[in-house]
């Protein structure tokens, strides 16, 4: 059984064969599907998903750091008031994203560091996405270290050093489509690094591995993350599917 840590099933992208997709996704084996927010617009989708398919999918609830504008004090309204409301598996996916628009820095990192908070009070996982800001992601880091910390750094791309950082705040590694890519590096040193701290991931509809790469991204493709990894690794494609699976139950608690 493989986990997507990391999906957007919901996406406009799946639009005319989100049905086949999924059955795609199932044919190859995945089986859990966790599902990051991006911000109130997506809300009705992500539950509409959760009660197509109630026994694969988990959903989170999040602001994420492309959506943290001037109204971000409202988004974030909204995340807390729909934590009151239901449960969830993880805030995220929150963080810092300095690829768009570095003006937004100092609201990102105040909403990145209301939302630890929130998933601390819930007892919950962070799920941070990190574009061209791992020394911002750190300094917040660095800020809220304490036991109840923990969570994955989806799509890790950084380098080994960042990798034992990110793992030394109890943060697992989401490795995706990027472990395919020629010059994705990260197949270089991932196995000098435990595999207790590696989860999959697809961050579909984007990133798509090798050989669909610059195509739309599903599920379905987690299995062709899974055969290289498992080739760096050196061990089987089901070690790596059992182990991956565990340390996803490990962080979402399920």
């Known amino acids: 059984?493989?986990?997507?840590?990391?999906?957007?099933?919901?996406?406009?992208?799946?639009?005319?064969?989100?049905?086949?997709?999924?059955?795609?996704?199932f044919e190859q084996g995945v089986e859990r599907f966790f599902i990051p927010a991006?911000?109130?617009?997506?809300?009705?989708?992500?539950?509409?998903?959760?009660?197509?398919y109630p026994n694969h999918i988990f959903l989170m609830m999040g602001l994420h750091p492309t959506s943290v504008k001037e109204n971000y004090e409202e988004e974030l309204t909204h995340v807390e008031a729909e934590f009151k409301k239901r449960n969830f598996?993880?805030?995220g996916e929150i963080g810092i994203d300095l690829y768009w628009d570095k003006t937004t820095l100092g609201i990102q990192k105040k909403a990145f560091k209301r939302q630890i908070q929130l998933a601390k009070k819930y007892k919950l996982p962070i799920v941070i996405?990190?574009?061209?800001?791992?020394?911002?992601?750190?300094?917040?880091?660095?800020?809220?270290?304490?036991?109840q910390l923990f969570g994955i750094f989806h799509c890790f791309t950084g380098t080994f050093?960042?990798?034992?950082?990110?793992?030394?705040?109890?943060m697992k590694l989401g490795i995706g489509?990027?472990?395919?890519?020629k010059n994705g590096k990260i197949d270089q040193f991932l196995n000098q690094i435990d595999l207790k701290h590696i989860v999959l991931e697809t961050d579909a509809p984007y990133l798509s591995p090798?050989?669909?790469?610059?195509?739309?991204?599903e599920s379905s493709y987690l299995a062709l993350v899974c055969k290289k990894v498992a080739e760096v690794y050196g061990v089987s494609e089901a070690e790596i599917a059992n182990v991956t699976t565990a340390n996803s139950k490990a962080v979402f608690g399920i």
């Open 129 to 147: 996405h990190c574009r061209d800001a791992f020394d911002e992601i750190f300094e917040v880091l660095e800020t809220e270290k304490d036991d």
């Open 1 to 25: 059984m493989l986990t997507d840590t990391h999906t957007h099933l919901y996406s406009e992208a799946f639009q005319e064969d989100r049905e086949a997709m999924m059955k795609r996704a």
């Open 89 to 91: 598996y993880a805030v």
């Open 177 to 181: 489509g990027v472990v395919t890519f």
């Open 161 to 170: 050093e960042q990798a034992q950082r990110a793992i030394s705040f109890c």
């Open 210 to 217: 090798v050989p669909h790469r610059g195509k739309r991204n």
């Open 38 to 52: 991006i911000d109130s617009g997506y809300t009705e989708a992500m539950y509409a998903l959760e009660q197509d």
